[in-house]
């Protein structure tokens, strides 16, 4: 029988993952003021080139479409270049790095996005569960401007050029983040997008915009080298999907049918995490997408090393992906081999534009 605990390989299109352990998509924000990644955001990324794939912080991909006050993009040269020797020091280490492509939709603020409205699926605004910088600075949410057709085709040609150039700055592959009230998921959920044309109303066209990104991105890189990020669960900025059987069912017989490389699912196991609270009644959805998708499934939400490796042996999951437990612990495979200690997240540098709670996690053969 196939060993498939946390430390076994992985096969996820052409490449062969040295471990089932995923570093999960984190926003870390050490930028510059033209959203260029630091030069120390190198150095971080090596540290954990011990994931059997790492997945970027998300990063946005056309100016006004940023969630946090600063945040790297990927949209200027500069900025490629500056992902560039993030993922030359994960593959001099032998890892494997795809880029997370984020657009914030109706969560950006236009004061940190160069005076650009933010723009969504309708002209809705949210009343509640702000993040990124509305919550950071204490601000109103913005009204979105209501995309255009013409803007809507454009947006998903900018996705396109944001994978070229996620391929020019060397990344593996991509993750479309489809979750965390970003703009695909403003399409997906009826609470944020009311339109009457082809993109609003039936499922089918709520989920058109993400499938087009999808065949953009696929054709940039090939079916093996996208995966898709989805969070089913998601309250942020009043996000809500009241069915969401229904919407992963649909997605992912459409992700089976393209082959893309993952979905990656964020779904809270732990009922009593304060990050990712379990919303009250809702379905889980993990069962259900692996029934009905024959690629790799990344599972994700509250995760340890036991947790992990029942959902493999269960079957639940191929790969499991850790946030909080990588961002701590810069050499988890590690720890998790020898079952060593673990250190533990300082919330209160998760971000900010500092080296400390950055590149100071202590390895454990380093510090002892
Ligand atoms: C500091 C921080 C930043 C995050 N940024 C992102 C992000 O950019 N994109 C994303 O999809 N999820 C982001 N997340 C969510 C994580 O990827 C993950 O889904 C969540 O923390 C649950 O996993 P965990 O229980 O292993 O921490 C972030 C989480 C943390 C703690």
């Given at each position: 029988m196939e060993n498939k605990d946390l430390l076994s390989p992985l096969k996820l299109g052409d490449l062969t993952l040295k471990n089932r352990i995923i570093m999960s998509p984190m926003t870390r924000t050490r930028v510059n003021n033209r959203d260029v990644l630091l030069p120390i955001a190198a150095e971080y990324y090596r540290q954990r080139a011990g994931a059997g794939l790492i997945i970027s912080e998300a990063t946005y991909i056309t100016p006004g479409g940023k969630v946090r006050t600063s945040q790297p993009g990927i949209f200027t040269k500069e900025q490629v270049t500056a992902w560039k020797k993030v993922t030359d020091a994960v593959h001099a280490e032998g890892g494997f790095i795809f880029a997370q492509l984020a657009h914030s939709g109706r969560s950006a603020i236009p004061e940190y996005n160069d005076g650009l409205p933010a723009v969504a699926p309708s002209a809705l605004i949210f009343d509640s569960g702000a993040h990124g910088s509305v919550a950071e600075k204490g601000l109103e949410p913005a009204i979105p401007k209501a995309l255009t057709l013409d803007e809507i085709k454009n947006l998903i040609e900018t996705y396109r050029q944001a994978g070229q150039n996620a391929k020019e700055a060397g990344f593996d592959g991509v993750e479309l983040h489809a979750g965390n009230a970003g703009l695909v998921e403003q399409f997906l959920h009826g609470v944020s997008n009311i339109r009457s044309d082809q993109y609003g109303g039936s499922l089918e066209n709520r989920a058109r915009f993400l499938l087009e990104v999808i065949d953009a991105l696929i054709s940039v890189f090939?079916?093996?080298k996208v995966g898709l990020r989805l969070s089913p669960h998601d309250r942020l900025s009043d996000q809500h999907d009241p069915d969401p059987i229904a919407t992963t069912t649909f997605l992912t017989k459409e992700m089976t049918k393209r082959g893309i490389a993952y979905i990656n699912l964020l779904e809270?196991?732990?009922?009593?995490d304060d990050y990712i609270p379990y919303p009250e009644g809702d379905p889980e959805t993990l069962e259900n997408v692996r029934k009905q998708f024959s690629g790799v499934i990344i599972a994700n939400g509250g995760y340890d090393k036991a947790s992990g490796n029942e959902a493999l042996e269960n079957n639940k999951a191929d790969a499991i992906a850790f946030a909080r437990l990588f961002l701590a612990n810069p050499d988890l495979p590690h720890r998790f081999k020898h079952d060593l200690p673990l250190n533990q997240p300082d919330?209160?540098?998760?971000?900010?534009?500092?080296?400390?709670?950055?590149?100071?996690?202590?390895f454990w053969e380093k510090a002892n």
């Open positions: 090939g079916k093996d809270p196991h732990n009922k009593f919330r209160s540098t998760y971000y900010g534009n500092s080296e400390t709670g950055y590149l100071d996690y202590p």
